[in-house]
């Protein structure tokens, strides 16, 4: 399983290794490699391609002989910079994926990244907090459980930081009320909803990922699902472009596309535009892996008396805020947090509040502005326009 040996790398993937120019633009946007981490793709690239150069194949282990490092291989965020910018069209994170499902087979995992699997087999969530209160603070608040309505237009589906991480619940709230002010009809699922399955996935847990999968995709059909929403950037890429291959198609749209939609039609009552200094973070799940870039920008300017800010670093060349590819939930050496650096780019246009749409860059940047001396706000996108319509 995986990634560890030259033999393992199939034709194609060396034909790709093959057209590396050892350009060096994957390592000029990478994150991982901008933080200090021991990461270049670069190197990942042309360490890989010398397995098989010049007649000299090495049949040593790609691991076993200090070729490639684990250090190396779990401190990529999978946030796609690097296969964005590669012309050869490389895609790096497939083989830094493999090479994870090979120490995931191989059980070379230390207790923070054991105790995510556990989580998700024991609690169904990466938190591993109660699967049965999962949604109970919701179901609290009268939103509508597909239970009793399952004729609804869309399953809301509200992922583990939404449900579990208290400041993502605020998000989840804003968006609710959101939904039922537009009459959306709508539903969520209570403790039968579970984790997605993308930590697992980009967590080299292949075989986990499709359980979970597969687990889902029958709770779903038990319920006829054909719309789903989700204001997670994570799951709205799993849903979306990963179930398909085990039978499960739906429509899934992310939160920021819907409020969008429903400004458009004058769905909602916003009549106080903020004049306020916004720069918008594009999470990668969304901008890079999803080209989902002008809908969030549309739905803030219709929130805001001024123009969004813009950085250089933003669409399809946005910068990871640090948590994807499960980077949320284990630590690796590094000289300075991707967070931080991330915050840096997003303050040199001074902005007053840093728009969001997904939680872990919520969480993240919250973080970072709580280490840093500066005094700006983040908020998700959701949250903003709530706040518009609360001002009416
Ligand atoms: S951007 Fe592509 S071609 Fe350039 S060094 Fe990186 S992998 Fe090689
Ligand atoms: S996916 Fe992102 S973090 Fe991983 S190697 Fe590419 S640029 Fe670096």
């Known amino acids: 399983i995986g990634l560890s040996n030259v033999e393992d790398l199939s034709w194609k993937q060396r034909v790709n ?20 981490r021991e990461l270049s793709p670069r190197a990942i690239v042309q360490k890989l391609k010398s397995t098989y150069d010049k007649f000299n194949i090495q049949t040593e282990g790609f691991f076993s002989s200090g070729l490639i490092t684990e250090n190396e291989v779990w401190s990529c965020t999978n946030c796609g910079a690097c296969v964005e910018e590669c012309p050869a069209m490389i895609n790096h994170v497939d083989y830094i ?20 699997f556990s989580n998700l087999d024991q609690n169904y969530n990466a ?15 009268g939103v509508p459980l597909l239970e009793q309505h399952r004729n609804a237009e869309y399953l809301y589906y509200i992922g583990d930081a939404g449900a579990y991480d208290p400041r993502a ?22 403790h039968q909803e579970r ?8 967590m080299g847990e292949e075989g986990r990922f499709q359980l979970i999968a597969m687990e889902n995709i029958a709770t779903f059909e038990f319920y006829d699902v054909k719309k789903i929403i989700t204001h997670d950037p994570h799951s709205f890429n799993m849903l979306k472009n ?5 039978g499960g198609h739906y429509e899934v749209i992310h939160h920021t596309v819907l409020i969008h939609q429903l400004l458009e039609q004058n769905r909602l009552p916003v009549t106080t535009k903020k004049l306020e200094k916004v720069v918008f973070h594009d999470p990668c799940n969304l901008s890079r892996w999803n080209s989902i870039v002008d809908e969030p920008r549309q739905a803030l300017s219709h929130v805001l008396d001024t123009p969004l800010l813009e950085i250089e670093q933003s669409k399809d060349r946005s ?11 284990y630590k690796v050496p590094e000289q300075e947090k991707i ?8 303050t040199s246009v001074n902005p007053q509040t840093i728009a969001v749409a997904c939680p872990y860059c919520l969480m993240m940047m919250e973080d970072a502005v709580r280490t840093s001396e500066l005094t700006v706000k983040v908020r998700d996108l959701a949250e903003l326009v709530y706040d518009a319509m609360e001002y009416r």
């Open 195 to 202: 984790n997605e399955g993308e930590i697992a996935k980009r």
């Open 17 to 36: 290794l093959a057209a590396c120019i050892n350009c060096g633009r994957c390592d000029s946007v990478c994150p991982a490699y901008a933080s200090g």
């Open 242 to 246: 990963e179930y398909p291959e085990f």
């Open 339 to 346: 967070s931080t650096l991330r915050l840096r780019q997003l």
């Open 127 to 141: 938190f591993g907090l109660p699967s049965y209160k999962r949604n109970d603070w919701l179901e609290e608040l």
């Open 319 to 329: 910068f990871c805020c640090g948590a994807g590819g499960g980077n949320y939930w």
């Open 169 to 190: 619940q605020q998000v989840v709230k804003s968006f609710v009320k959101i939904l039922q002010a537009a009459e959306v009809d709508f539903a969520i699922m209570s």
């Open 97 to 116: 994926i493999d090479l994870r499902r090979y120490l995931v087979a191989e059980n070379r995992l230390e207790q923070q990244k054991t105790a995510v």
